[in-house]
């Protein structure tokens, strides 16, 4: 079945840091790739997306790219903020089976000051 | 407009109680979904609806988990004779459209329901 693998955390960085989170997936056929974003207290929101294979998703400053090749899609951020502190899930959703996602199971990022 | 809504927000059960749990997805979304959020990890699908059809139902755990969509609007997850291990976070979802479409899968996520089983 498919599954989600992200970086165990948490993840504990300065302002104005580099940030990567690692996610790698397996999947059949051809998934579509999504992080989210958890903030405190908040629901679960979008933060970028990709459908196909190279294809880079990008927000706020947050970007990745759909590697196929390493079945991978890692979360990178130049310079994080302390608003940047949450919970972020790597999800991919299986296109030949009802859209359902599948998540991995989150890692938490603190930006401290 | 307004995002995905879910009532209660927070509720305590007795063991063996039975419990409603309400979605109301964003207006004219086709897709809606049900999932299981567990501390310390990440959702876990339990059940999808294309307008009113139950689509797949394959991840809820028991036979005590049952969802409807009547309308192919509001969602209602009920759980019978609650246990302790139903304990966690049921979120809903919902889509604007359905399988098939490029980049269709992009889910609108509710605040969630917080389930404690006493």
């Known amino acids: 079945g498919n599954s989600v693998t992200q970086m165990e955390g948490p993840v504990t960085l300065s302002e104005e840091a580099f940030l990567t989170i690692n996610c790698t997936y397996t999947?059949?056929?051809?998934?579509?790739l999504f992080w989210y974003v958890q903030y405190p207290g908040e629901g679960l929101q979008l933060l970028l997306k990709?459908?196909?294979?190279?294809d880079k998703g990008s927000n706020k400053g947050f970007e990745a790219t759909y590697r196929k090749e390493t079945t991978s899609f890692h979360l990178e951020k130049g310079s994080v903020q302390v608003s940047d502190s949450a919970v972020y899930f790597c999800?991919?959703?299986?296109?030949?089976?009802?859209?359902?996602?599948?998540f991995g199971d989150g890692t938490t990022l603190t930006v401290k000051p | 407009g307004a995002g995905v809504s879910q009532s209660p927000r927070y509720k305590v059960a007795k063991r063996g109680q039975d419990v409603a749990l309400r979605c109301d997805p964003i207006?004219?979304?086709?897709?809606l979904f049900w999932y299981q959020q567990a501390l310390g990890q990440g959702p876990e699908f339990l059940t999808y609806?294309?307008?009113?059809?139950?689509?797949?139902k394959s991840g809820l755990p028991s036979d005590r988990f049952f969802a409807e969509r009547p309308e192919g609007s509001v969602s209602t997850l009920k759980i019978q004779r609650t246990q302790q291990e139903d304990s966690a976070v049921y979120l809903c979802?919902?889509?604007?459209?359905?399988?098939?479409?490029?980049?269709?899968?992009?889910?609108?996520f509710g605040p969630g329901t917080r389930l404690t089983v006493t």
């Open positions: 979802a919902s889509s604007l459209v359905g399988p098939g479409l490029a980049g269709g899968y992009e889910q609108y």
């Open positions: 999947a059949t056929g051809y998934p579509s």
């Open positions: 990709a459908t196909k294979a190279d």
């Open positions: 999800a991919l959703s299986d296109n030949t089976n009802a859209g359902k996602s599948t």
């Open positions: 207006s004219g979304h086709v897709s």
């Open positions: 609806f294309q307008n009113e059809a139950q689509l797949d």
